[in-house]
């Protein structure tokens, strides 16, 4: 089974609109993290943001801020104000937990390639 | 600042070939990661390395095997490379389960 899921293989947004990226998860383990990074055109991939599991509130970074829904197992990342430069494909990854012997490995979806038009 | 270096940008190897593909880190982390990316199928995990001499399987270790004598340096080798391994080849280190990793630029691999 897939751990990370991204069902959205392409997206387009206005400048200045706001975006959400979907990301939903599989793990029985209570323990995990999620991550968001970007890897523009240029190739390098770059960490945008983080989500531990029982962090009680949802995380934010400038633009960027997730929804966490556990109970969903989603993990969705939000960027507001979309900027040209956010042009790029969005990968999320989560980081399982000890009891799923997961702990020190992590996964990645399939990415999402968003398109920002002037 | 932080920095995974990975030797080549880009290499051309020859089918049946053994290949190396280097990676250092300067933030000594314990853990280290290969992943190799292709098109529709995101990042997936070859091997990774929580401390010198230590290595787990990923996802799709076959044909792949790795080396960690130093902590810096994790290595990602091709036994007898195949077309099918044509790729790009992305090493990152962390320094904690709860950290975020850091990428090298990549190596695109292609084997003729």
């Known amino acids: 089974a897939q751990k990370i899921t991204q069902t959205q293989p392409g997206m387009f947004v206005q400048e200045k609109e706001a975006v959400t990226l979907d990301c939903t998860y599989d793990t029985s383990d209570p323990s995990y993290g999620l991550f968001w990074y970007k890897q523009p055109s240029s190739g390098e991939m770059i960490f945008l943001i983080y989500?531990?599991?029982?962090?009680?509130q949802n995380a934010t970074e400038g633009r960027y801020s997730l929804n966490f829904q556990k109970a969903r197992k989603s993990a969705n990342l939000v960027i507001s104000a979309s900027q040209l430069g956010d042009s790029a494909m969005y990968f999320c990854?989560?980081?399982?937990?000890?009891?799923?012997?997961?702990?020190?490995?992590?996964?990645f979806g399939i990415g999402t390639k968003l398109q920002v038009i002037p | 600042d932080v920095k995974v270096t990975q030797s080549s940008r880009y290499l051309v190897k020859r089918t049946g070939e053994k290949v190396f593909l280097e990676c250092v880190q300067d933030?000594?982390?314990?853990?280290m990661f290969w992943y190799r990316q292709d098109p529709g199928l995101g990042l997936r995990l070859i091997y990774f390395s929580y401390d010198v001499k230590m290595k787990e399987k990923g996802d799709i270790p076959e044909g792949y095997s790795v080396s960690r004598e130093k902590k810096e340096r994790f290595s990602l080798i091709l036994e007898s490379a195949s077309t099918n391994q044509t790729s790009m080849y992305l090493c990152a280190g962390r320094e904690g389960a709860n950290q975020p990793q850091h990428f090298g630029d990549g190596t695109r691999l292609s084997i003729l």
């Open positions: 989500q531990g599991s029982y962090d009680q």
């Open positions: 990854a989560m980081r399982e937990g000890v009891n799923s012997g997961g702990y020190q490995k992590v996964t």
């Open positions: 933030m000594d982390h314990e853990n």
